[in-house]
């Protein structure tokens, strides 16, 4: 697998085409329920593939270069801007979902699992934070509550305040989810929240 001009195809180009092809027999195809990636019959294709992803990997020509991490700086331009200066209930929020996704680290569906009840304050002013996951993400239908990793968020002027504030305004004997949403004021009349 060569260009035109006798360089080798980059590693993205090739799990490209394989993806392509893969559409194409899975979209447009006559004959149905073909699947490269996981059909038994296709196992020398991706053999093939993944040998030569390994080969351009291991002389140097696999992508390496990574997404680029925030700088501290960066993190601080970003707290202080005023879509997320904790002022109204939405500003808040937003700033939550970043502090949680930055300094926690949580990705995609971790967010949608964390319940305020996972924040549990210490004596030095920081929180304990238990987050919820099992091996691989192989939850089933319930998720798994009982083993948890403990992370934790150190005392912090840019955080701390805004998560205290976050913490004490969620109303008592509510929905635990973490991230919650307000309610209109006419809504929440008629349904007697």
Do not use: W
């Not at 006798?6 to 394989?18: E, F, H, K, P």
């Not at 996951?133 to 083993?147: A, H, I, P, V, Y």
Request: one cysteine or more; charged letters at 30%; glycine letters at 6%.
């Amino acid at each position: 697998m060569k260009k035109k001009d006798g360089a080798d195809y980059s590693v993205n180009s090739i799990r490209a085409s394989l993806a392509a092809v893969n559409h194409f027999f899975q979209e447009k195809s006559r004959i149905k329920n073909i699947d490269l990636y996981n059909d038994s019959c296709f196992k020398a294709i991706k053999e093939v593939v993944n040998g030569k992803i390994r080969f351009l990997s291991k002389n140097g020509k696999g992508e390496t270069k990574g997404i680029d991490s925030l700088e501290a700086n960066e993190i601080t331009q970003i707290l202080n801007h005023r879509l997320l200066d904790g002022i109204t209930p939405e500003r808040l929020l937003r700033r939550m979902f970043f502090i949680n996704a930055i300094y926690l680290g949580l990705r995609e569906r971790e967010h949608a699992l964390l319940n305020g009840t996972d924040f549990v304050k210490c004596n030095d002013g920081g929180y304990n934070v238990f987050i919820y996951c099992s091996k691989n993400n192989q939850r089933g239908l319930t998720e798994n509550r009982e083993k948890a990793d403990k992370l934790v968020l150190a005392n912090h002027p840019e955080v701390t305040p805004f998560l205290d504030k976050y913490l004490s305004s969620c109303p008592y004997d509510t929905d635990p989810n973490f991230y919650l949403q307000e309610v209109e004021e006419e809504f929440a009349l008629k349904m007697g929240i």
